[in-house]
């Protein structure tokens, strides 16, 4: 009986899996180094189940963007209406949140995945976890490092799912990059993707503030705006406007050395108005009675004006509407790899053909996030994963038929 590998137990891995169950006469195994398949999928849901993006499939290719052309087909196939029908075979109702976001009924991911996991056994297919895969063998078999002992296994073929290099503690430490490297795979750097980033903030600063929600508020960087909330931290920034930011703020810290987001502190302010309500006479007011009475900003935004600011471009009052609107604050490093939600970098698409299979390596398919695309936060991440695991379990499963 012909015998397929799925090493990674996340959805790409586990979607890939279902593929290849539904062919007659397969046996189908799973192999995970964790003690428990689907860690980093629970932890995902663990604040809401945020599935997929409910939006016009366009704009929601678009969210891919220097590899939208290559995953594009993927999402034809296999998008957010394809999911969420998916998840609904399952046995679970979704809907869609206010801000277009599509969650499961109950918002958790652990109802999908025990409902998932059993049809897949129901399926026959096998699950072996507290594998850590090694690479392979002279002869070309699987090798595995088990509670027991090395072990190896001989696959007609193989379904790489063995995400980025962020969450180790879950399973995705990127060790599988040179095993890959040593077959001569293009593979890009794996970089931090939706991460915080480091700012030299005062210790008063720290002291007063950290922790504490910025919002409403625009940033943007090198062309892009976005508006949103941020998080301060202890050590510098984080939270979705940062995270929808982060490529174009790691891309100028590698390529300049440095980065700076520019903060609209007032989005709901023009210029003008900020203008003629600072000008106003402040008579006995404080510095922060004024702001407060005539720009709205208190708190952690007026705390950000008095870090970021000398002390005469605070007592102008155009300079400070100027700074209101368009407010620099340097970032000087990414926070490291393992903290970032996602990992960009990853198996070149150059290296695979339409199938999702390895040029060089016949037989051996690769998805999800070890692949070297990267995505926002808001269920890009998750549908790409279930686009790229379904498309490397049917190319495994179309290969395999050519070879019989």
């Known amino acids: 009986m012909p015998r397929v590998a799925i090493i990674g137990g996340g959805p790409a891995g586990l979607i890939a899996a279902e593929q290849l169950a539904a062919v007659d006469g397969l046996e189908v195994a799973v192999f995970d180094a964790m003690p428990s398949v689907g860690r980093k999928f629970l932890m995902a849901g663990k604040g809401g189940m945020n599935i997929t993006h409910a939006e016009p499939l366009a704009d ?10 290559v995953i594009a087909p993927l999402l034809e196939r296999f998008g957010p209406q394809q999911l969420c029908d998916w998840i609904q ?19 958790k991911a652990a109802p999908l995945l025990r409902a998932w996991l059993h049809r897949l056994r129901q399926c026959g297919v096998q699950f072996h976890v507290r594998h850590r895969w090694l690479g392979w063998a002279t002869e070309g078999a699987l090798r595995f490092a088990t509670p027991a002992g090395e072990t190896a296994l001989a696959v007609d073929a193989v379904v790489l799912a063995l995400g980025g290099g962020s969450w180790a503690h879950l399973g995705s430490d990127g060790a599988w990059v040179p095993l890959l490297a040593a077959r001569g795979i293009d593979i890009a750097p794996l970089k931090p993707a939706n991460c915080g980033f480091d700012v030299a903030w005062s210790a008063h600063f720290v002291e007063r503030f950290a922790g504490q929600p910025v919002k409403p508020v ?13 998080n301060i931290t202890a050590t510098g920034i984080e939270g979705g406007l940062i995270y929808a930011l982060s490529a174009p703020l790691r891309d100028a810290l590698a390529t300049e050395g440095r980065a700076v987001l520019h903060l609209d502190l007032a989005p709901g302010k023009t210029l003008e108005r900020l203008t003629a309500d600072l000008s106003r006479p402040r008579g006995r007011d404080s510095l922060a009675n004024h702001l407060r009475r005539r720009a709205g900003i208190e708190g952690v935004k007026a705390g950000l004006l008095r870090e970021l600011l000398p002390l005469e471009t605070l007592t102008a009052a155009d300079r400070l509407a100027a700074a209101i609107k368009h407010l620099p604050l340097p970032v000087t490093a990414m926070r490291p790899l393992d903290e970032a939600i996602s990992t960009a970098g990853g198996v070149a698409f150059e290296a695979l053909d339409d199938n999702l299979m390895l040029r060089d390596l016949p037989g051996v398919f690769c998805a999800g996030e070890m692949l070297d695309w990267e995505a926002p936060t808001g269920g890009y991440l998750l549908t790409a994963c279930f686009a790229t695991g379904r498309a490397a379990g049917a190319g495994a499963r179309a290969w395999l038929a050519g070879k019989s």
């Open 60 to 69: 929601f290719i678009g969210r891919y963007g220097d590899r939208q052309a």
């Open 89 to 107: 075979d399952l046995g679970i109702a979704t809907f869609v949140g206010t801000s277009g976001r599509v969650f499961p009924s109950e918002m």
């Open 218 to 230: 625009i940033g943007s960087v090198a062309g892009r705006r976005q508006q949103g909330e941020f």
